[in-house]
């Protein structure tokens, strides 16, 4: 009976390794084709979630594929990044195994690009800063007003309107220093940024919106999408 348990967890074992070492290579192959039908620049990190992986490989139908894209994987300005989760991605092992994939069908994607804060910044140009505050962004810039230049301030909302991310903020003051009210009344639009979100890969369409820790997280989502280069 001893040796019997032996063998058993002997076998176990050998299957977890066998597993591990096909989700590695699944992984790579996954990460190439994705990377070919979604119209990556680059081949992107994948991890293929769910154990066992082999009962998903001959099924053809990957449960819960996560990847991580970087801004020139994604085509997009640096401070972009994306980290995207694809559901119910379908690629018969037959094709797999023969190199004879043509199509990446995925019932659901959702998942969030991050624009980083510099990014941001860079868009409302000179010595612009933008982070995050409470609910809400704070946004710093040196205007120039009647000839002279003075820091101003301001708590904006941020929003989508269509592809678009939108930074509007009210009741601007000077940054640490005495502007006379009269010169920075009306002058909010300033610190205004409307940013145009360039296509995103697989279709992903804009949500919602929340400003994060290291830049605005843009939620994206698509459906019934299939990928084929």
Known sequence: MRALLIVVLLLLGLAVIADRVAVGIAEDRVGQELASKGGLAGTPTVDIAGFPFLTQAVAGRYDDVRISLTADELGQPEGTRADIALHGVHVP??????????????????????????????????????????????????????????????????????????????????????????????????????????????????TGVQPAEDGVDVQVSARDTVLSG
């Open 93 to 206: 092992l037959s094709s797999v195994l023969s190199g004879s994939v043509t199509e990446v069908p995925v019932d659901r994607i959702d998942g969030t690009a991050t624009l980083s804060y510099a990014l941001l910044s860079g868009q409302l140009g000179g010595d612009a800063t933008v982070r995050r505050e409470g609910d809400g962004l704070r946004i710093t810039k040196t205007v120039e007003l009647l000839g002279q230049t003075f820091p101003l301030t301001a708590v904006g909302t941020v929003a989508l309107d269509g592809d678009a991310l939108v930074i509007d903020v009210e009741g601007a003051a000077g940054a640490g220093v005495d502007v006379p009210e009269f010169l920075v009344t009306g002058v909010s639009d300033l610190l205004d940024l409307r940013y145009t979100v360039p296509a995103l890969p697989f279709g992903l369409q804009l």
